[in-house]
């Protein structure tokens, strides 16, 4: 199995910017896709980010585009979601989870079927 563990969140004022880091143990991170989900109260949960395996593709919603970044580092079993210029509705617990890809390529790194999950980081923007 694999764990995953996100940390970062906090309260930021509008404008500001956070760092989240999602950081893995158990089996090797290196083959999975990494997504970052964020859920508000009373919204369905959204995949906001991903990053492909063994540092591949990114990929982002359009609200998020230009303002949130996406790396890993499998060496240090480590992604991390930057995100600048947040925004109120940008508030919401953040999600990391881990999906195994296959061998089929796809144009994106977004899934429906994410194989673990972390415990999640409450992220407010104040305004």
């Known amino acids: 199995q694999m764990q995953l563990v996100e940390s970062g969140g906090g309260l930021v004022q509008a404008g500001g910017s956070l760092s989240l880091s999602c950081v893995a143990s158990g089996l090797t991170m290196d083959y999975y896709n990494i997504g970052w989900f964020r859920q508000a109260p009373g919204k369905e949960r959204e995949e906001v980010s991903c990053i492909s395996s063994n540092d591949g593709a990114t990929d982002y919603v359009d609200s998020v585009k230009g303002r949130f970044t996406i790396s890993r580092d499998n060496a240090k079993k480590t992604v991390t979601l930057q995100m600048n210029n947040l925004k109120p509705e940008d508030t919401a617990v953040y999600y990391c989870?881990?999906?195994?890809?296959?061998?089929?390529?796809?144009?994106?790194?977004?899934?429906?079927?994410?194989?673990?999950w972390g415990q999640g980081t409450p992220v407010t923007v104040s305004s």
């Open positions: 989870a881990a999906d195994w890809p296959g061998v089929v390529v796809v144009p994106t790194c977004f899934s429906d079927d994410y194989d673990y």
